[in-house]
């Protein structure tokens, strides 16, 4: 009898190790964390202003789990107000997925909810409040995924949670913008007018928008006190000469998008979203709120070389800095030409009778859904997505056409004369040159000119270096179209398919959004059949 117990022990004992072997299929684990969300003060380079903190800090804590665990999250609400966790890009049950009113019932005042769901996945994502315009004030936190069986593409793995920071509450930006001030184009550096216009060359452009009764253009709505890198405007990463170092890049802003670039070259995109994709290599590319990247980068054997992430606006970046010793920063991005306009003088919207028709949109055609094909918005038959694939590779950093300004002559003279045998080195290997601390920290800051009383000192037309989006590689779009999946991704062909038709607009001077026609508070209901 003995001898049987002992052989079926070995028996179960082999069947384990053979089961434990075999890929995807292995004990799980129940990841324990507690999030605790507050009202507190914070103080980002020496301003203090009201925030929301998770477990004391913002942003809130790496949670880090491996694919087939479980997660069990408690979250206590210590805030005088409801307050609500989704997880980002996880696949969750929907009484998981922490949106209040919609699949779950928001955490209210001195509450705790628990939070349980297994881990169906792998990769960089993210979690934040969807209550309230919370997520502004700091409350969001980074996610990470291990494969099954590991990742050892890279010596180090580390997160950058980019984010935007305002001292002010979050309800008086969102009450700014819906009165239509124009105060926030004025403190950025944004503001545009017609003298401006004629500076740049570009007076035709500014009437032509004139006539069709449009607001000046921008690329950001708000105007910020610092954009954030971990929480901090600049911060480092320690690493050695050498190492290939991953990162982690989730865009955790409210509204901003950024220009991502490392001084000491170029980056390999190796992941998109979460999901592994073909790599690539980008000098420079622009990552679109909520979005994430994995990218390898390679670090030089002497010196701390720049992570930089500008605002897409150009108002200010944040810095990360890898490595150590003397620091080499990212070079600058050109802003934006605020007065370039995409319409390349088409005059049809400008005699149009209706607001679609404003847009390059006849009625008819919304009602039949032309609209949708590319190359609407009255540019002559010109793809909305032609030229982006050329702007979304590697950058060359070729001088402004002869319509932009161009850098100032007696700067450009003093950088020749006084380079040397390291810059020229630097130049060549695509590094940065030598960081010069007080001026970098200026640079940094969003809000710039309210008390900049020099005369266009708030004007587009004031900046040194202009570029259109898209237009200039210097200003590149997102890397979309050279992004790849591993696998096939199309759907089955003998499913069925339902379309569903949403049409997006709003009104940018009231700041009201729509979708097909109604207000989203009247339209926030989708009906979707089960199958």
Not at 8 to 37: D, R
Not at 76 to 84: E, I, K, L, Q
Not at 257 to 262: I, S, T
Request: hydrophobic letters at 35%.
């Amino acid at each position: 009898m003995i001898r049987k117990l002992k052989i079926q022990h070995i028996w179960l004992s082999a069947m384990f190790l053979l089961v434990s072997a075999i890929p995807g299929v292995g004990w799980t684990e129940t990841v324990n964390y507690e999030l605790t969300i507050a009202q507190k003060k914070v103080t980002i380079s020496g301003t203090t202003a009201e925030g929301m903190t998770l477990n004391g800090s913002i942003p809130g804590p790496t949670l880090r789990f491996k694919e087939g665990d479980t997660a069990r999250i408690q979250v206590h609400n210590r805030m005088s107000v409801a307050t609500s966790i989704h997880w980002h890009g996880l696949l969750v049950p929907p009484n998981m997925d922490g949106v209040p009113y919609v699949s779950f019932p928001p955490i209210q005042p001195g509450a705790t909810f628990t939070y349980e769901f297994p881990i169906r996945q792998s990769g960089t994502y993210w979690y934040h409040s969807h209550s309230n315009l919370q997520e502004q004030s700091g409350v969001y936190g980074s996610i990470v995924i291990e494969p099954q069986h590991g990742d050892r593409r890279a010596d180090s793995d580390h997160v950058i949670l980019l984010s935007d920071w305002t001292t002010e509450d979050p309800h008086s930006v969102l009450r700014s913008l819906k009165r239509g001030s124009e105060w926030y184009a004025l403190d950025k550096g944004s503001s545009q007018s017609i003298l401006g216009a004629a500076i740049v060359g570009k007076l035709g452009d500014y009437f032509v928008r004139e006539l069709q009764r449009m607001p000046a253009m921008d690329i950001a709505d708000v105007a910020y006190d610092y954009f954030l890198a971990n929480g901090q405007p600049e911060t480092n990463i320690k690493a050695t000469g050498g190492e290939t170092v991953r990162l982690r890049i989730i865009n955790g802003s409210a509204t901003t998008y950024f220009h991502l670039e490392y001084a000491g070259g170029p980056m390999k995109i190796i992941a998109a979203d979460g999901l592994d994709v073909q790599p690539i290599a980008q000098q420079r590319f622009l990552i679109s709120v909520a979005e994430t990247y994995d990218v390898l980068v390679k670090i030089p054997q002497n010196g701390a070389y720049e992570f930089r992430a500008t605002a897409q606006d150009a108002s200010g970046y944040a810095s990360v800095w890898l490595g150590g010793g003397q620091r080499y920063p990212a070079p600058d991005i050109p802003q934006p030409n605020l007065y370039q306009n995409v319409s390349r003088g088409n005059q049809a919207p400008i005699w149009a009778l209706t607001p679609n028709g404003t847009m390059g949109m006849p009625d008819d055609k919304i009602v039949s859904g032309k609209f949708d094909q590319p190359g609407m918005m009255g540019m002559q038959g010109m793809s909305m997505t032609q030229g982006l694939d050329d702007t979304a590779s590697s950058v060359s950093m070729s001088m402004p056409s002869k319509k932009e300004p161009a850098p100032d002559r007696h700067e450009m003279a003093g950088a020749i004369m006084n380079k040397t045998p390291e810059m020229d080195t630097m130049k060549k290997t695509g590094h940065g040159t030598p960081d010069m601390p007080s001026a970098q920290h200026q640079k940094r800051k969003g809000k710039k000119y309210a008390k900049d009383f020099r005369f266009l000192a708030a004007d587009v037309s004031s900046r040194k270096d202009l570029a259109a989006d898209g237009m200039d590689p210097r200003r590149p779009w997102a890397p979309y179209a050279k992004l790849r999946a591993l696998e096939p991704t199309s759907f089955e062909t003998d499913k069925p398919i339902r379309e569903i038709r949403l049409t997006l607009d709003g009104d940018m001077e009231r700041y009201v959004w729509f979708l097909n026609n109604k207000a989203l508070s009247e339209s926030d209901v989708i009906r979707i059949r089960a199958g």
